[in-house]
Structures are given as structure tokens and as C-alpha cells.
């Protein structure tokens, strides 16, 4: 994963990650709101997401729950 590649997921909602990213670990963590993490990552290091729950995350109705989930947590700073 470049990091390039990383800011393009992060930044566009339709972005899917390829079957090989998600072979290699990488995910949208719910334990990092919604942070793209993987392998070589210091966030990955305190993740604790379950294999199981990894492929539900790269859903795109999970994106957009995530950051739907983001915008309140921005909007609930703000007060």
C-alpha cells in the first residue's frame, strides 16, 4: 500500500479495497473510527477486529456508517 493509495481510500467513499489489501490484513478499523489501517501501521499493533469481522468492515455501508459515526463525533466536539 502506497501512500498515496492510502489518502485515495481514505478520502473517496466508493473506494474498495482489492481483494489482495484485505488478504494482507488491511481494513477500515472500528476500534480507529474508521481509520484504513494494515500491515506496517502502529494502529494495527492495538487492533483487536476478528478475521471474521474484517471482510463486514470493507463493505461500503460500513464506510458510510463509519463516517456518518465520524461527522456526529465532529459536530458533539463542537458543543
Known sequence: MTRTRWTW???DDD???T???VASGWHWC???DGLLVG??????????CGAEQEAARNTKEHREAMGKLSEKRKRDEVF
Open 9 to 11: 481510500l481514505m478520502d
Open 15 to 17: 473506494a474498495q479495497l
Open 19 to 21: 481483494e489482495r489489501e
Open 30 to 32: 472500528a476500534e480507529w
Open 39 to 48: 500491515p506496517g501501521m502502529g494502529e494495527l499493533e492495538c487492533c483487536r
